[in-house]
């Protein structure tokens, strides 16, 4: 059995200091999150990476629903004509969009896209819907996947189809629109922080990054631990961009014929690839608690002795009640060793030990993911001894996560600072706002604008490239 164990489970994870790249698709391919498939760019979600994304969706419809949105599903295929109706958006998406030109036998007489973003349909929707001011705001979002033709796909960051959701409102007038793009925001920096452990600069995209066809796009922008950025979600003011050519109106209270202002937000399973690379260590994934499958993992050690197995399964009911995310490891086809590398490598937050000793001492002997740091707490109160081990696991992330992040950003005021910084960090820089030195900074150091933080203190004059009076405070870096 232990060679088996050898050539079937301890493999070699890449460490993040030699190959970080590396590193990843080790951790991604070992802890058994998703598989290949025969379509280039397309993943199979596993059981246990599809748990992490229902428990990462969780957490956002239930603040979605509790701020007035309903779920709703449209159709995957979209007719050419209607990706037409607005220009900016089309040209946006046209080197990324799959088509469908033929059905059974017969070549179709209009090509129709497999959907990369579902606004065109909503708005085709949403211009029968919508007749008088009585019906707004209408806000609504999906859960489906959605196909985007990459060059260049790696599980989670960048895949050709992927998982999320996509949030569609209309609204009145601007000033409701705004604030719920703002909202919306707020919302998707709550999750990544609160239950991803994962923290975030949130802000405003520059012109040159902005979503196509939207007036004004926002994001929330998270560090991995090789100093790149990660886009982990964005919110959009349409304004009236679409429901113009699309002639979403309503009557208003006044008797006006109005045009609608809509907004669209999303994040994705891309928020996977956030967890994991702003977490992982060289033993495999460390899940914060909100986002595991499994809170804890019990393993019985010399369970035929005594009455280890009756005690652990007590202490599985007793968890299990409690509402923790609980396994009991009872295989006898593997040895200890085995199991303390499979749930450590997964990510479990807690392993729970329980042997002839423990039972005599009426203790389990825990092991936290995190820290890697072991102790007991007493069987007769297991269920609050976890929960709140659990709770420190969560913030110890986030923390961990939060000191990394700011020791790793830095103000800069010349393009040679701004290039070192860029080189495994961010640079907060002075920026004259123009999109020739958005595209030098790019082509000189490889970052691109993350986003402009809404706290606009200046803290220098001039921009960081040119030179001349600076407009805003921007975040630079190198991204996936």
Not at 84 to 100: D, I, M, Q, S, Y
Not at 182 to 199: K, S
Request: proline share 4%; glycine share 6%.
């Amino acid at each position: 059995m232990a060679k088996q164990e050898k050539r079937d489970f301890v493999q070699h994870i890449t460490p993040r200091s030699e190959n970080f790249s590396q590193w990843y698709t080790d951790v991604v391919t070992q802890t058994d999150l998703m598989d290949y498939t025969p379509v280039r760019g397309c993943m199979a979600l596993k059981p246990y990476g599809n748990r992490i994304w229902e428990l990462i969706r969780d957490e956002m419809d239930t603040r979605f629903r509790e701020t007035g949105h309903e779920n709703v599903s449209m159709p995957m295929l979209i007719p050419e004509s209607l990706l037409l109706k607005e220009a900016e958006h089309v040209e946006g998406f046209a080197p990324e969009v799959a088509w469908v030109t033929q059905g059974g036998n017969e070549v179709l007489q209009e090509r129709l896209a497999i959907r990369p973003t579902s606004e065109t349909m909503f708005c085709t929707m949403f211009a029968k819907w919508v007749q008088s001011w009585r019906d707004l705001p209408l806000l609504y979002n999906q859960w489906c996947s959605v196909m985007r033709w990459e060059k260049t796909t790696r599980p989670f960051l960048r895949t050709a189809e992927f998982w999320w959701q996509e949030g569609h409102t209309v609204h009145a007038t601007a000033e409701e629109a705004q604030a719920e793009t703002l909202q919306m925001l707020e919302i998707y920096r709550e999750v990544c922080e609160d239950a991803l452990a994962v923290p975030v600069f949130a802000g405003q995209k520059s012109d040159k990054e902005k979503f196509a066809g939207a007036r004004a796009t926002y994001s929330v922008e998270a560090m991995m631990q090789d100093g790149k950025a990660l886009q982990a979600a964005t919110s959009h003011n349409f304004g009236t961009n679409f429901s113009e050519p699309f002639e979403i109106q309503y009557l208003d209270k006044d008797g006006a014929l109005k045009f609608c202002h809509e907004t669209s937000w999303g994040a994705s399973t891309r928020l996977i690839g956030a967890i994991i690379m702003a977490h992982g260590d060289e033993r495999g994934l460390r899940l914060p608690p909100r986002v595991a499958p499994l809170h804890a993992v019990i393993l019985p050690i010399a369970a035929h002795k005594g009455n280890v197995m009756e005690v652990c399964e007590n202490a599985f009911a007793q968890l299990k009640k409690a509402g923790v995310r609980v396994k009991l490891d009872d295989r006898d086809n593997v040895s200890p060793g085995w199991k303390f590398n499979e749930w450590e490598l997964k990510g479990v937050p807690l392993r729970l030990e329980i042997g002839p000793r423990d039972v005599a001492n009426s203790v389990a002997t825990y092991m936290r993911r995190d820290t890697l740091e072991k102790g007991t707490l007493p069987l007769g109160t297991l269920a609050e001894g976890v929960q709140g081990l659990l709770q420190e696991i969560q913030d110890s992330l986030l923390a961990q996560a939060r000191a990394f992040m700011q020791e790793k950003t830095a103000d800069v005021f010349t393009m040679e600072e701004l290039a070192q910084q860029v080189d495994g960090g961010y640079a907060r820089a002075m920026w004259c706002g123009q999109r020739a030195c958005e595209d030098k900074i790019k082509d000189e150091t490889g970052a691109t604008s993350r986003n402009m933080p809404f706290d606009q203190t200046p803290f220098a004059e001039h921009c960081v490239c040119c030179g001349e009076k600076a407009q805003y405070v921007m975040y630079f870096a190198k991204s996936y």
